[in-house]
């Protein structure tokens, strides 16, 4: 009752087990260190330490031992301390990133989960699946872009609403991305000639169903006669600029995109509220300083070196390229009508038909004739003064007008019929 237990392991166990047969000199030393994989010397010292200490001698000596490694009670107290108070919302992986970032406290990740899920400040998240085929990744940096727009409160109240709209390299998760007012086509634009001029032409773009990417209405028998299709204006610019645009049929089929942005929503909005960023060009500023570290952390390396990306021809013109394109019918008045407002163009023959040019920075273009032509904006619609005529005088036939007269008649008649007894319908 009065000895103590020993705790040992299975292989502790084995230990004990081959260095009793050894000392019964049922087997040789060279046999235990072919079964134990250790060598004579070995067996030797295991077997003299086992007739000194007897069984306890075999295990481990740091057994029951408090590592000198281990945190110290005052230290996890000042951690949990820094955790509820900035940390809250964190996980574990990226609090332990901000506690040596911000702290110099550096620590193992799997170290902070377990002591956050023992104090109940964290719980595992596991989200059942369903099946999905698995897509291999492109070979090819810039073989194809993936491009979205991320509704979240970004700011956390802070500032305006704003969306993210992000890029990234399905070969390598490169990620690139600028903060806009709304998911429109102009902000769509702004990102991708940004994108453009950093990296080159990709050679696709695979992008969702937003009607900022694709037309909404419905080919008629004469488009489909002609093969004409009715693309939306990122389409009509991809294809000026030779870029394919491939829709996804779900937001699962462009998991890389959705995935980077639910990083995005955990990571960049804690980053954004501790750099104190509210307004949108504090956000885009802060975002080119973000963007490197991020794919440095998160980016991988491509299947082949090759780049993808086509430089940008000479003699284009990006902005021209990328900016919303409307027809318009030129009045005889040599005037145009959009969005509701009139604008007088001022050149001769501008053509029968213009195409005006909303571009990225705000401004508007009218091209006509083989060339952008000026023009200035009416800003109040000239009113017709027009003579108000005298009410009409309604007229009033007399008594003896023939239809009075014949009507009078009729009313007679059938009274007089009425007195008699005799009903007549007149």
């Known amino acids: 009752m009065g000895e103590d237990i020993i705790q040992m392991s299975q292989k502790e166990l084995n230990r004990v087990h081959i260095i009793r047969k050894v000392l019964e000199r049922s087997l040789t030393q060279a046999e235990a260190g072919e079964k134990l994989n250790l060598s004579e010397r070995q067996i030797r010292r295991l077997a003299a330490k086992y007739l000194v200490e007897g069984e306890k001698g075999l295990a481990h000596g740091l057994r029951g031992q408090v590592s000198k490694r281990r945190i110290s009670d005052k230290a996890w107290e000042k951690i949990l301390s820094l955790f509820r108070k900035m940390y809250s919302d964190f996980g574990p992986t990226f609090a332990c990133e901000k506690l040596f970032e911000r702290h110099k406290i550096k620590m193992s990740d799997e170290t902070l989960r377990k002591k956050l899920i023992t104090e109940g400040l964290w719980q595992r998240k596991r989200a059942s699946r369903k099946y999905r085929h698995w897509r291999e990744r492109k070979h090819y940096r810039g073989e194809m872009l993936q491009m979205d727009g991320s509704h979240h409160p970004w700011l956390e109240g802070r500032g305006d609403e704003c969306v993210l709209m992000g890029y990234i390299d399905d070969a390598t998760s490169n990620k690139s ?109 802060f975002l080119k300083e973000y963007w490197p570290k991020h794919n440095k952390r998160f980016a991988v390396l491509p299947a082949d070196s090759t780049d993808m990306h086509r430089p940008i021809p000479v003699d284009i013109d990006l902005n021209a390229i990328l900016c919303t394109k409307t027809e318009r019918v030129v009045r005889n008045d040599f005037t145009i009508a959009y969005k509701k407002k009139l604008y007088q163009i001022k050149d001769r023959n501008p053509g029968r038909k213009v195409i005006l040019e909303e571009r990225i920075d705000g401004t508007m273009l009218i091209f006509g004739n083989n060339r952008y032509l000026t023009y200035k904006p009416i800003t109040i619609k000239p009113v017709i003064q027009r003579e108000r005529k005298s009410p009409r005088e309604i007229y009033h036939p007399p008594m003896a007008h023939p239809f009075k007269r014949q009507m009078y008649e009729a009313i007679r008649l059938r009274q007089s019929k009425h007195q008699d007894g005799i009903l007549v319908t007149v």
């Open 177 to 285: 991305g600028s903060f806009y007012k709304h998911e429109g086509t102009l902000p769509a634009f702004a990102g991708l000639l940004d994108y453009i001029k950093k990296n080159g032409l990709p050679q696709s773009i695979y992008v969702d169903r937003h009607s900022t990417y694709t037309g909404g209405q419905r080919q008629t028998i004469e488009d489909e006669l002609n093969n004409r299709f009715n693309l939306s204006q990122f389409e009509r610019a991809c294809g000026e600029l030779d870029i394919r645009v491939i829709h996804a049929h779900s937001a699962p089929a462009k998991g890389r995109i959705e995935r980077s942005f639910k990083t995005d929503q955990d990571r960049l909005v804690k980053e954004l509220r501790l750099a104190g960023i509210k307004t949108i060009k504090e956000g885009n500023d």
